[in-house]
């Protein structure tokens, strides 16, 4: 099985593929049967839409946050009760079984 191996550079290969998306988009826009006033608010339309999109997913990333630390919270509050509550009565027996010792 050969293995194909470049002796390119990490960065000129990153710069041949960002040249080839510049291309690309140049010659959509030259090529589409759209005006360029079209294709430029058809565009801005697109970005606003992902722009939206990403303001509800910041959104609901932060209420997630917020209900996950809130529930953390809430759990180790527990925890720490219990484990009062264990210690506490964990030394109530410890004093009960010193005086019969005694």
Do not use: C, N
Not at 34 to 47: A, K, T
Not at 51 to 67: A, F, I, M, N, R
């Amino acid at each position: 099985m050969s293995r194909y191996e470049s002796d390119a550079p990490t960065g000129t290969i990153i710069g041949v593929f960002l040249t080839g998306i510049a291309l690309g988009t140049i010659a959509t826009f030259l090529l589409s049967p759209q005006s360029g006033r079209e294709s430029r608010d058809q565009l801005r339309d697109y970005v606003r839409r992902r722009g939206e999109d990403l303001s509800d997913l910041q959104d609901k990333t932060l209420e997630t946050y917020h209900d996950m630390s809130s529930g953390t919270r809430q759990g180790l509050q527990d925890i720490q009760t219990t484990i009062k509550d264990a210690l506490q009565a964990g030394l109530e027996e410890f004093r009960k079984e010193w005086k019969q010792t005694r």
